[in-house]
């Protein structure tokens, strides 16, 4: 399975299951707002399971693996 599928899959389950399902959107900058509400959650206080984020934030694994991969590069110099 790929990201983006593993990440749509997670968005059918958590967003639209869940928050779509018993919501109205009468404009489409309501539902944009609703989904940047649910993102900025996602990736900033959801802890995540998994290889990779091992129960922290999408975001703080981002910034933490970006620092392992800059010190990566920095010792091939």
Known sequence: MTFAMSFHKIILQELRQI???????LTLEELQRNLD???DYYNHRSM???KMCCSRTSMQTMIQETEVWQEKINNLN
């Open 19 to 25: 928050t779509l399902r018993w919501t109205l959107y």
């Open 37 to 39: 509400e649910w993102l």
């Open 48 to 50: 995540h399971q998994g």
